[in-house]
């Protein structure tokens, strides 16, 4: 099976199972192992919603339960770096709280799942069917493969399916009247025309002055934007993986062991190949593994020698491989010599100076190092700065200058006393994407646009648009004609009702976290 799910990794079937498993495994998680669950013995919690603690161990476990499950689906590690892009943690911790909060919610609306519901939603999932059957058998075999038993996977669809129970209960309860759907109308299909005058910083910029005193001030208060990075230099020795143990030999037990600890390397179109067959790659991948655990070893016992003293030096004579010292560099920009070595320099950066620290195994090898200098992160003078610090400052001031301006001659537009020049859209509908002629993208403006009225013409507020910012007011509205509202008035219904839905849940869920009493614990937060 195992073989069969790798060589289809990249097929929507195997990827639509692994992705049920995540968002249903990782949002309830905590009814197989959450608190009290056999075996955890944490005091703790990593998060608290209304009371209800969900443990460190529950939030480790899903974590690691979706990390797993997309490294199975895109057929590659990740990287921390990776996991921080995709914003893993947060998704883990937003959905264990929403789930929480919607099995709560549901709790008090007394919506309940039976377990012929949950037999029911699994038969009909096409992930487990053969032959347009529901088949026990393969069922089995692919939470096996992802280590999850049945008893878990329905706990999760049973939650799954509660979730579902309760969105449907708030769904119900939205309609459109004939009201709701002729404004709908009349702002998709009524054709409007603004004036507008429009104020760039740039163009504003040469109007603003600076002194000295507003500089040190500035850099006084946002000290941090303009901090110089954090340096060190790196000494370090490297033991090659293969330096000592290269010729050593390994037994069948040994090939035997390493074979089945690493089955996945050695497959042909998908399927396993016997050991018979690729003994000798096996053989030599074992004695590659021997040689550099011994390396290790090694490496290991020089750095207990040695560690009192923190003599880098004389382990590296133990070891018979040179001490290279590195030039004082940042996190950002290491050298050539350890360019690629990732875990190397984030360690090196959280040490002490002067501590001999290792091994540390990288592709590369085993390092030994030792931190020989740092210079800690600090706010630079202002002669050193000065250029980027005046360039915020001018375009702070000239940003709030040209927002003063619109304001200004927006309270105009709105008296009618106005006396510049105003520029015209001319005619144009709704936009779904905010699109105004003239202006530019701005779904905000849009909205505030097409609410203005004969009597209320002018925006409320101006609004920036591709950094410019933009006072308007309307010039002139065409109704739709009202008579075709009735042609129209379902097929309105049809495109609005699933927004008003879609808002209706947002609106619901950001209800329920409003209320709620959610606790972070701090260290989860910073991980």
Do not use: C
Not at 27 to 32: K, Q, S
Not at 85 to 101: A, E, K
Not at 232 to 250: C, F, H
């Amino acid at each position: 099976m195992l073989g069969i799910m790798r060589k289809y990794k990249q097929s929507i079937i195997i990827k639509g199972v692994f992705i049920v498993i995540v968002l249903s495994f990782v949002g309830t998680i905590f009814l197989i192992w959450g608190e009290g669950g056999e075996g955890l013995k944490s005091s703790g919690y990593a998060i608290k919603v209304n009371g209800e603690k969900i443990p460190h161990d529950q939030y480790l476990r899903a974590h690691d339960r979706m990390v797993e499950s997309l490294r199975q689906i895109y057929g590659q590690t990740l990287t921390p770096e990776m996991e921080k892009q995709m914003g893993i943690r947060r998704m883990v911790i937003d959905s264990l709280v929403n789930t929480t909060l919607v099995r709560q919610a549901a709790k008090k609306m007394g919506i309940k799942v039976t377990d012929a519901d949950v037999i029911a939603a699994i038969s009909h999932m096409p992930f487990f069917q053969r032959d347009g059957a529901f088949d026990r058998r393969l069922y089995e075999q692919i939470l096996r493969e992802n280590r999850i038993t049945p008893a878990a996977f329905e706990s999760a669809k049973r939650e799954e399916l509660l979730m579902e129970k309760a969105h449907k209960a708030v769904l119900d309860k939205v309609t459109l009247s004939d009201q709701d759907l002729l404004q709908y109308y009349h702002k998709t299909r009524d054709r409007i025309e603004l004036q507008f005058v429009s104020f760039s910083p740039a163009e504003l910029r040469s109007s603003v002055r600076v002194t000295d005193q507003d500089l040190n001030a500035y850099l006084q208060q946002y000290g941090r934007e303009f901090m110089t990075d954090e340096e060190i230099r790196l000494s370090y020795a490297l033991v090659p993986p293969d330096k000592y143990g290269a010729g050593a030999a390994v037994n069948d037990d040994e090939i035997q062991s390493f074979y089945r600890r690493n089955i996945d390397r050695y497959q042909e179109k998908g399927d396993i190949l016997p050991l018979e067959e690729v003994k000798e790659r096996v053989r030599a991948d074992a004695r590659k593994e021997k040689a550099a655990r011994q390396s290790f070893e090694k490496a290991a016992d020089a750095l207990n020698k040695n560690l009192g003293n923190a003599d880098l030096d004389a382990a590296a004579r133990m070891l018979g491989v040179p001490v290279v010292e590195t030039p004082v560099f940042s996190a950002k920009a290491p050298p050539a010599t350890i360019a690629g070595e990732a875990e190397l320099v984030r360690k090196a950066f959280l040490q002490k100076e002067g501590i001999l620290s290792g091994p540390l195994e990288t592709a590369k090898g085993i390092y030994l190092f030792k931190v020989t200098k740092r210079n800690p992160a600090a706010v630079p003078p202002l002669s050193a700065v000065r250029a980027k610090v005046e360039k915020q400052v001018i375009d702070g001031r000239a940003a709030e200058l040209a927002r003063a301006r619109a304001e200004e001659a927006l309270a105009k537009m709105a008296q009618g006393t106005y006396g510049g020049t105003l520029q015209d859209t001319g005619s144009f509908t709704y936009s779904e994407k905010g699109e105004i002629p003239k202006i530019g993208v701005s779904m905000g403006l849009m909205e505030a646009a097409i609410a203005l009225t004969a009597a209320a013409p002018a925006a409320k507020e101006p609004f920036q648009v591709n950094g410019r910012w933009y006072a308007v007011r309307l010039k002139q509205r065409t109704e739709a004609d009202a008579a075709a509202f009735q042609k129209e008035k379902e097929q309105l219904r049809q495109a609005l009702l699933p927004r008003k839905q879609n808002e209706a849940i947002e609106s619901w869920m950001k209800g329920l976290r409003d209320k709620a009493k959610i606790v972070i614990d701090p260290a989860l937060e910073q991980r």
